[in-house]
């Protein structure tokens, strides 16, 4: 673990937290990213005087000053987990550590103070202890927490700022894709690449979903669902979609995945299935695959399923790939047992409900 500093938080009563019955009715149906919790956490930064004043307290707006850094330059980093209830009414948090030290390395690629790992954690588990009336308790439901930090020096000029605010926000989470999306069709970009050599694809930062956004809407139109990025060098290399890493899998019972290069996202649902496979013996290649392979494997047979990864939607079956003057489908169009399997290996380790060989599960009460 990097770094061992913790701070005493402030508790501030909420005033007025949901009613319960309120609450109840929008954890029937919370969607994604939208039932949020009545708390947050923030902590502050300041040069000089390191990371101070931590409170958990009512989610509630920020009084920034327009000049912020942010707004200007875009100093900002994120992260994306879950915390899951168990079958015996408690909760526990998946590989959370890895969440904090991606969190840091991409403060470290930002330019951004480096927030302590058990800080981090120190944060996201006082917002699950507060907000553990938000679980829902629907199949698949979970606490999303979303840890950020943004620079909210008010100046202008072009250089890392000298304040920081950390926090953390929680929703209450359903399935990410409305209806359970059996399997996804893909919009090929040629127009878009998302991340580059020495870029900042590697890091969690807002600034690489705003650049992707102009390819997710043109595969929208295209009546796509998601849209998948190839290499910017030579435009012929799969590399991710814009929020999910990808997996294929092989009539010869191998698997692979695109190797982390700089300009692929280290995902930690893609790093657990990585290892979930190969405890199963399942061979595992971490190798670029190219479109027009992709293409053909695919009609052959030689590729028998697709798939994406991700906390929010888990594993998703990818069943066609659309682009200009091409349309092929995946294993028949609909999801296949490879997927199905190492998705329910990974829930049933995330809901305590299989064995975790590799203590990634940390119960919280």
């Known amino acids: 673990m990097h770094g061992t500093n913790l701070l005493s938080f402030v508790a501030e009563p909420h005033p007025a937290p949901m009613d319960p019955a309120e609450r109840a009715a929008l954890l029937r149906d919370p969607g994604f990213g939208r039932a949020f919790t009545d708390h947050m956490v923030s902590i502050r930064f300041e040069q000089g005087r390191g990371w101070h004043d931590a409170r958990v307290g009512p989610r509630r707006p920020l009084e920034m000053d327009p000049a912020s850094a942010v707004f200007h330059y875009a100093q900002e980093i994120f992260e994306g987990l879950k915390a899951y209830k168990l079958a015996d009414g408690g909760a526990a948090l998946f590989r959370a550590d890895a ?12 330019a951004m103070p480096v927030l302590p ?67 996804v069709t893909l919009w090929t970009s040629e127009d878009y690449t998302r991340a580059a050599p020495g870029g900042t694809g590697a890091a969690k930062c807002g600034g690489n979903y705003a650049g992707s956004l102009a390819a997710q809407a043109e595969a929208i139109r295209h009546g796509c669902d998601q849209v998948v990025f190839l290499d910017a060098a030579e435009r012929r290399w799969v590399e991710e979609l814009g929020g999910m890493n990808l ?119």
């Not at 629907?138 to 100046?155: K, N, T, V």
């Not at 061979?283 to 009609?299: K, Q």
């Open 99 to 110: 969440n904090a030290a991606r969190f840091r390395a991409s403060a470290e690629r930002m």
């Open 117 to 183: 790992d058990a800080l981090f954690l120190q944060a996201v588990r006082e917002l699950v202890a507060a907000d553990r009336a938000w679980f829902p308790d629907i199949p698949g439901g979970s606490l999303y927490l979303r840890p950020f930090m943004i620079a909210d020096e008010a100046f202008l000029g072009v250089r890392p700022a000298s304040r920081y605010l950390f926090l953390v926000i929680a929703t209450a989470a359903g399935a990410y894709f409305r209806g359970g999306a059996p399997a």
């Open 247 to 365: 997996f294929f899998a092989f009539a010869d019972g191998s698997l692979r995945t695109p190797p982390l290069s700089g300009t692929i996202l280290p995902g930690i649902t893609r790093d657990s299935l990585l290892a979930i496979a190969r405890d199963a013996g399942v061979r595992v290649e971490e190798e670029r695959y190219a479109l027009a392979d992709w293409r053909a494997d695919a009609e052959s047979g030689r590729l028998t399923e697709a798939f994406a990864c991700g906390t929010a939607a888990v594993v998703t079956p990818i069943g066609r790939v659309r682009g200009r003057g091409f349309d092929f489908a995946v294993g028949g169009g609909a999801g296949g047992p490879v997927a199905a399997e190492l998705k329910a290996a990974l829930t049933g380790i995330q809901l305590g409900e299989r064995p975790d060989p590799h203590g990634w599960v940390e119960r919280l009460f």
